[in-house]
């Protein structure tokens, strides 16, 4: 969110919208998230890249002024906003494809180091039975 954030802020100083700054970061950080995170938590590292986007969008869509044509009303900053929301969609989509990538391999990787070591536990256990004593 904050790095995602930042990118939103440089953009909305630089080009009065979200642009390219924005989806780097964004980006970034949800793949730095991704490799970071423990993982027992990579569900929610999957979940949180359409939740930040959603809230870094509304956000920028509401405190940017120069973000829509000008227009006053809730109705126009709503379009105003959903128009951003779509036309920035690759970077969430991106995002979201490199996150479940990343967390479908570290899963898996810690998938397989649990089952050997539990099978090496296992046959530590074993042998330590059949030892006559």
Do not use: K, W
Request: some cysteine.
């Amino acid at each position: 969110m904050v790095v995602g954030g930042i990118g939103a802020a440089v953009d909305s100083l630089l080009f009065d919208n979200l642009s390219y700054v924005f989806g780097v970061l964004f980006v970034a950080a949800c793949v730095l998230a991704a490799v970071r995170v423990h993982v027992d938590d990579l569900i929610g590292v999957v979940i949180m890249p359409p939740l930040a986007y959603a809230v870094i969008t509304v956000v920028v869509g509401f405190l940017n002024p120069a973000a829509g044509d000008g227009s006053a009303g809730l109705r126009n900053r709503a379009i105003d906003i959903g128009s951003e929301m779509i036309l920035h969609a690759p970077a969430l989509l991106t995002a979201v494809v490199l996150v479940t990538l990343i967390a479908a391999v570290r899963g898996r990787r810690a998938q397989v180091a649990r089952r050997e070591r539990q099978r090496s536990l296992a046959q530590s256990a074993a042998a330590r039975r059949r030892r006559p004593q």
